[in-house]
Nanobody, 123 residues
Framework: QVQLVESGGGLVQAGGSLRLSCAAS????????MGWFRQVPGKEREFVAR????????NYADSVKGRFTISRDNAKNTMYLQMNSLKPEDTAVYYC????????????????WGKGTLVTVSS
C-alpha cells in the first residue's frame, strides 16, 4: 500500500520560511517523479513544483520561482520543499504526490497523493 505523508506545515509570518517533508512508502521511490501541489478552499489544486526520478533540473510554478526549492533523497524515500520569503497568498494545504509520467499537465501525471499539510502565512 502506497503512503505519502507530509509534515512540516504550520503558521509563519510573511517573509518567513518553512520546510515541508514527504515520506514515501510502499513504492519504489527512486522510479517516480515527485511533486508538490497546493489547494485553497473553493479553488482547484494547483501545481507548485516537481522533480524527476534522479533529481536533475526541477520545474516550478511561476508564482514560487526563486522562493521555493524542491529536492529529494532517494536513500531516505523522502522529498522536501524549502519555502522562503513566504507570502500570505502561499497559504494553502500542501500535497505531496508521486507519478510515473512527466508531461505539460503535472497534476494529471500523478498516481498517488498524500493527505496534505496546512501552511498558513500571516501578514
Amino acid at each position: 500500500q502506497v503512503q505519502l505523508v507530509e509534515s512540516g506545515g504550520g503558521l509563519v509570518q510573511a517573509g518567513g520560511s518553512l520546510r515541508l517533508s514527504c515520506a514515501a512508502s510502499g513504492l519504489t521511490f527512486s522510479t517516480y517523479t515527485m511533486g508538490w501541489f497546493r489547494q485553497v478552499p473553493g479553488k482547484e489544486r494547483e501545481f507548485v513544483a516537481r522533480i524527476r526520478m534522479s533529481g536533475g533540473i526541477p520545474n516550478y510554478a511561476d508564482s514560487v520561482k526563486g522562493r521555493f526549492t524542491i529536492s529529494r533523497d532517494n536513500a531516505k524515500n523522502t522529498m522536501y520543499l524549502q519555502m522562503n520569503s513566504l507570502k500570505p497568498e502561499d497559504t494553502a494545504v500542501y500535497y505531496c504526490a508521486a507519478g510515473s509520467r512527466w508531461s505539460v499537465s503535472p497534476r494529471y501525471d500523478m498516481d498517488y497523493w498524500g493527505k496534505g499539510t496546512l501552511v498558513t502565512v500571516s501578514s
